[in-house]
């Protein structure tokens, strides 16, 4: 309980409960508002702490179990705390525009990002010295374009598990590219937006610097104990594997051990004053040819 408090007290200084003036609401955000003060409604922080808990703890097993969750938000106010965070926990993030298609055309994303990175390792390697400096400018400059768009994915192998977006009437387009391919998607929800559109909406203010941070930074966090607890289980695993196998080879150790002890053993009767066995006599042929 005194976890809750405090988290809403840091809600309450960060500004999350401010919303939008009341001529812009959305009435599906009903729910989550909890009063209305010199025209601007106020979100109630305590459904607030109540869906950023959930939303971090299923973002944390989705962490844990091995799976991608990439970062949206190309707002102004985002776009800074939003790669810092994702690049904490080393997931894929979007910060600049989001390309049509970078979900539902997901390979041929894949191919402009391989392009990008084959330029950029022909520059390093000196594979371009033969060509003129102009040429060589051209491809610096296409490379850099690409970079800040598609950057933030280079390390993307595969369609995402779920998706993190800052404003999701702002991303929208990600937003129904995400629910085209089933992928869950997480957000933060102002008053002005529907919350029914995301799977797990986060009622917050998503036009201050200081809410956007608090929001994000608390995700990250429940993301990095996902991955922290996956990693501690792979250690233990490794550890068993081990034990497993050194039992195994003391076993095998000491049935050889004992094989040769009665094989010893063995040798020391027949060699003693044991009888020797006769062996009879062939019977001698006979007959006349």
């Given amino acids: 309980m005194e976890q ?29 508002i909890f009063a209305e003060k010199k025209g601007i409604h106020i979100i109630d922080l305590n ?52 390309l049509g298609g970078m979900l539902t055309n ?17 520059l390093n390697d000196g594979s371009f010295d033969s060509i003129t400096k102009k040429e060589r400018l051209t491809l610096a400059r296409d490379r850099e374009k690409m970079d800040k768009v598609l950057g933030g ?8 598990a779920a998706l993190f977006i800052i404003d999701i009437g702002h991303e929208h387009i ?8 089933g992928i869950t998607t997480f957000g933060m929800v102002d008053t002005n937006c529907d919350p029914n559109k995301v799977d797990f909406a986060i009622p917050a203010n998503d036009d201050a610097t200081k809410s956007i941070a608090i929001i994000a930074n608390y995700i990250t966090a429940a993301i990095a104990e996902g991955l922290a607890e996956r990693l501690a289980a ?18 095998r150790l000491l049935a050889e051990a004992e094989s040769e002890a009665a094989r010893a053993r063995g040798e020391k009767v027949r ?14 042929r006979t007959g006349a040819r």
Avoid at 4 to 26: D, P, Y
Avoid at 106 to 122: A, D, G, H, L, P
Avoid at 271 to 284: A, D, F, L, M, V
């Fill in 153 to 160: 994915i280079s390390q993307l192998g595969r369609v995402p």
């Fill in 4 to 32: 809750n408090t405090s988290l809403q007290q840091q809600l309450l200084e960060a500004g999350v409960h401010f919303g939008h003036l009341r001529k812009k609401w959305n009435p599906k955000m009903l729910p989550y």
């Fill in 174 to 181: 990600a937003l129904a590219e995400a629910k085209r391919l």
């Fill in 234 to 251: 792979k250690d233990e695993e490794v550890e068993d594997v081990t034990a497993d196998d050194n039992e195994k080879k003391a076993a």
């Fill in 271 to 284: 060699g003693g004053n044991q009888p020797k066995r006769r062996i009879p006599n062939s019977p001698r």
């Fill in 47 to 98: 459904k607030t702490t109540e869906s950023l808990q959930e939303a971090a703890a299923v973002l944390k097993q989705i962490a844990k179990s091995g799976k991608k969750i990439m970062f949206v938000g190309t707002k102004k106010q985002a776009k800074e705390i939003v790669t810092e965070c994702a690049r904490r926990v080393n997931m894929p993030f979007v910060t600049e525009r989001w």
């Fill in 106 to 122: 997901f390979n041929t994303v894949r191919k402009s990002v391989k392009k990008m990175q084959s330029i950029e390792k022909m």
